[in-house]
T-cell receptor, first 115, second 109 residues
């Protein structure tokens, strides 16, 4: 199994631009999570999906952030417009059971830098 | 607001020593507890899980849980330089995992 695949690995953009992060979960996994990691705040949950349905997006910091999961094998996290404070590592993770089982399988992350 | 607290470190131990990593959590209803290891520039990976009070051993790793004190710890015996990483404590009730900010461990050869 290829594991959770995220793209791009690195993204450098200018303030005000739209950023789209992509994730392909492990086949057969029912839950998908988007986390953001910074030194100051650690690993924070932004949103999670069960069976492609968004369950809890209370961690999404602002309306500038949106996430979709159009099918079981693909999800996107979009930031529009981006701001320097959005600079962080964004991780996608999947797990094989709905509700969030204990074992999360993380992708390699996207390092986002907003200038 | 559920909180998971860890000492950020760095915790430095000599090779071969026991490393002790600690974590406290605020939600008394939490049922499941996990330790993830994250190497610099990499993603977190699960190394231990524990669900009931007491100790759970897996190779050189021992997880300890005390629900009354809302405290969970990870012991690493015979520490190796390859154990140098950030260790994230994670707690789960009926919601997805809540992570601590992690403790950076440095094992000195």
């Amino acid at each position: 199994d290829a594991g959770v695949i995220q793209s791009p690995r690195h993204e450098v953009t200018e303030m005000g631009q739209e950023v789209t992060l992509r994730c392909k979960p492990i086949s057969g996994h029912n839950s998908l999570f988007w986390y953001r990691q910074t030194m100051m705040r650690g690993l924070e949950l932004l949103i999670y999906f069960n069976n492609n349905v968004p369950i809890d997006d209370s961690g999404m910091p602002e309306d500038r952030f949106s996430a979709k999961m159009p099918n079981a094998s693909f999800s996107t996290l979009k930031i529009q417009p981006s701001e320097p404070r959005d600079s962080a590592v964004y991780f996608c993770a999947s797990s094989p059971r709905t509700g969030g089982t204990e074992k999360l399988f993380f992708g390699s992350g996207t390092q986002l830098s907003v200038l | 607001q559920k909180e998971v607290e860890q000492n950020s470190g760095p915790l430095s131990v000599p090779e071969g020593a026991i490393a002790s990593l600690n974590c406290t959590y605020s939600d008394r209803g939490s049922q499941s507890f996990f330790w993830y290891r994250q190497y610099s520039g990499k993603s977190p990976e699960l190394i231990m899980s524990i669900y009931s009070n007491g100790d759970k051993e897996d190779g050189r790793f021992t997880a300890q849980l005390n629900k009354a004190s809302q405290y969970v710890s990870l012991l690493i015996r015979d520490s190796q330089p390859s154990d140098s990483a950030t260790y994230l404590c994670a707690v789960k009730e009926n919601t997805p995992l809540v992570f601590g900010k992690g403790t950076r461990l440095s094992v000195i050869a």
